[in-house]
């Protein structure tokens, strides 16, 4: 698309523009999904150099728990779209109730992360155990940083509830569902 395209269908965006939510969030998921994807890789690359290592770090973990906290993720990115679903058709009560309970969620997936790291901190678990543990606590944190950032963004658009801002705040937690969905295989069930 050239710029003169851009410019005739407003704000130069581009094909963010087709992109439901506000086109600065697609650069924030994008940069971040490039964020999580190095991180990603790093586990993948350092898992084919020690791969005893890894098998042993990953029995350890407690991929039930996981799981658990895989399906509220996944059901609370769920109710993120039924609350933008209500948005649209300028139900702002119902809209509410739906962002309200995939806040919950993710706050319940919070509480579960927080367990299970109590559960391998409690067994001598650490940053410093392995590399694997290294590579795991920093990929979990940083998808824990990003589930309170996205509680927070909902949060702040279901105040208003309106339709743009709630699409922007749903585009930004289905990425923080997509990075799980994507996580979970790799650090709890492959290999």
Known sequence: MSATDC????????????????PMIWV????????????LGAFIVTHAIHPAMFASGQASLDSGLAGLNTIVLVTSGWAAARGTAAARTGSKRASRRWLLSAMAL???????????????????????????????????????????????????VCRRAEPAG?????????????VWIVMFPILYLVW
């Open 7 to 22: 410019e005739q269908r407003g704000t130069g965006w581009g094909i963010l523009e087709d992109l439901p939510g506000d």
């Open 28 to 39: 924030l998921i994008f940069s971040e999904l490039a964020v999580f994807g190095l991180f």
């Open 106 to 156: 993710g706050g319940l997936f919070i509480a579960l992360k927080l367990v299970e790291y109590a559960g391998e901190i409690g067994r001598g678990i650490g940053l410093e155990t392995s590399t694997f543990f290294t590579l795991y606590f920093l990929l979990t944190g940083f998808h824990f940083l990003h589930v309170g950032l996205g509680i927070m963004i909902l949060a702040v």
């Open 166 to 178: 709630v699409e922007t705040g749903t585009a930004f937690w289905h990425m923080v569902d997509l």
